[in-house]
């Protein structure tokens, strides 16, 4: 059987566009939010150098990824952004990042020019957001980081983390940001890691509120047809089942890394991950310093255990009738099998 080929030629990997490395550059943030997955703070020092970084790049757009998403902590507090992105487009890559939008102001347009696109990351409307972020500045610093980067033509999103307290408030956000020229919002449902667990007593969603979830953006998509996309982190365990592209191309037996992880994550001590910030330890690929020297061919070697985790997800996935966030489902099923999987070469793509 032959695998369908991305347009340039390479087979398709997993169900993201593109082929993507979120990298944490560092955990430090001017915020410090109550859910936040990644542990960022004003006080928080795990950072990574430029020395460490610039192999790595490389390594990493040799072995197929494309874009670069920066995350953190605030990427836009990182010391060296822009010697950094120059880097990395340089090598060619396509250069977004994701922020709380204190520092999208006139006084950081040099910073902007980093980016080719860049997403506001919010928690509600006025109130929920704040109340999350832990700052009673948050919501409208958010909003005048869509409206600057409307101003300068910078093409931007908004990324909507999804909780029980936020669900109800989908509507107004997106009108919202539509009134800002928003081109996309992304819900997203809430990641329950870092802090989020000790801050909320029960805020993840349901089954039921996944669902809910799934049917707001339907119809929101629908409303805003035109005007700005929005894209829901959901799809159906049936819809997963039968993307073919996606799982040939995540259980192929080409040698590239971002054939079969895709997303990577580079976390801000150092730490190469499968797909989430918080994947489970047993699946973890390496350390960035090993994407130097020929080491790529054990971060590709650390990789086959994934080939056995998709295989037995996709197995568990015939037998659901649910909306699923698919990595979070990753990391879910990963935890439970405890990193003991095998997966044979010989068996077929699906
Ligand atoms: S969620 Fe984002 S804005 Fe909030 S502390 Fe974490 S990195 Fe900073």
């Given at each position: 059987m032959t695998c369908p080929t991305a347009p340039e030629g390479r087979v398709r990997s997993g169900f993201l566009p593109d082929r993507t490395v979120h990298l944490h550059?560092?955990?430090?943030?001017?915020l410090a939010c109550r859910h936040c997955y990644s542990l960022s703070s004003p006080r928080a020092r795990d950072i990574l150098s430029m020395e460490v970084l610039t192999p790595a790049l490389r390594s990493l757009y040799d072995e197929g990824y494309e874009v670069l998403s920066l995350s953190g902590g605030?990427?836009?507090?990182?010391?060296e952004l822009e010697a950094l992105t120059r880097y990395a487009r340089e090598l060619g890559f396509r250069i977004v990042g994701i922020t709380n939008?204190?520092?999208?102001?006139p006084r950081f347009d040099h910073l902007l020019d980093c980016f080719d696109g860049l997403a506001v990351s919010f928690d509600g409307m006025g109130a929920t957001h704040d109340h999350v972020r832990g700052s009673p500045r948050a919501f409208d610093m958010a909003k005048a980081a869509l409206r600057r980067l409307a101003e300068i033509g910078k093409p931007a999103a908004a990324a909507f983390t999804v909780s029980r307290d936020s669900l109800p408030e989908i509507p107004e956000f997106v009108e919202m940001a539509a009134a800002h020229d928003v081109r996309a919002v992304q819900l997203r449902p809430l990641v329950m890691a870092g802090r989020a667990p000790v801050a909320y007593a029960d805020p993840a969603l349901s089954v039921a509120d996944m669902g809910r979830l799934w049917l707001i953006g339907r119809a929101l998509a629908a409303a805003y047809e035109g005007r700005l996309s929005v894209h829901v982190d959901l799809a159906h365990a049936r819809a997963i089942v039968a993307d073919d592209a996606a799982w040939r191309g995540m259980l192929?037996?080409?040698?590239?890394l971002s054939d079969i992880v895709n997303p990577i994550v580079v976390t801000p001590d150092g730490v190469l991950k499968p797909?989430?910030?918080?994947?489970?330890?047993?699946?973890d690929l390496g350390?960035?310093?090993?994407?130097?020297?020929?080491?790529e061919a054990g971060i590709r070697v650390a990789a086959r255990p994934l080939k056995g985790l998709l295989a037995a997800q996709l197995a568990d996935l015939r037998r659901r009738e649910e909306f699923i966030d698919w990595f979070a489902h990753c990391r879910d099923f990963a935890a439970a099998l405890g990193g003991v999987v095998r997966y044979s070469p010989a068996a077929p793509c699906r």
């Open positions: 550059p560092l955990r430090r943030c001017n605030e990427p836009m507090l990182y010391p939008g204190f520092r999208v102001t192929s037996e080409s040698a590239r797909f989430t910030f918080d994947f489970p330890a047993a699946f350390r960035i310093e090993d994407l130097t020297d020929g080491g």
